[in-house]
């Protein structure tokens, strides 16, 4: 069973930063590549960045330019620099792997990005 646990939200203001953390198994981190998501109040979850293997990444058009996704393997931790940050951008921001485990989501990491 995956257990994941995401940390690093809080209040910022916008054109801020701030680096999320999730942290998983060594198991989960040794044999799946992992992404990142979020969910704003009234909208379905939407994919934000992945990461497969160490290097190769994708991200959503609405973050791209502004957010870096990466990995630290020895420390089985997914990371999310987001730079630039805008009010839209305020959601809660979950980890899963890529393709994500539907029954694997945590309990997420508030961000919220005031104007």
């Known amino acids: 069973q995956v257990q994941l646990v995401e940390s690093g939200g809080g209040f910022v203001q916008a054109g801020g930063s701030l680096r999320l953390s999730c942290a998983a198994s060594?198991?989960?981190?040794?044999?799946?590549?992992m992404g990142w998501y979020r969910q704003a109040p009234g909208k379905q979850r939407e994919f934000v960045a992945y990461?497969?293997?160490?290097?190769?990444?994708n991200y959503a058009d609405s973050v791209k330019g502004r957010f870096t996704i990466s990995r630290d393997t020895a420390k089985s931790t997914l990371f999310l620099q987001m730079n630039s940050l805008k009010p839209e951008d305020t959601a809660v921001y979950y980890c899963?792997?890529?393709?994500?485990?539907?029954?694997?989501w945590g309990q997420g990491t508030q961000v919220t990005v005031s104007s």
């Open positions: 899963n792997a890529y393709p994500p485990f539907p029954r694997s």
């Open positions: 060594k198991t989960t981190f040794s044999i799946n590549d």
């Open positions: 990461i497969r293997g160490g290097s190769n990444t």
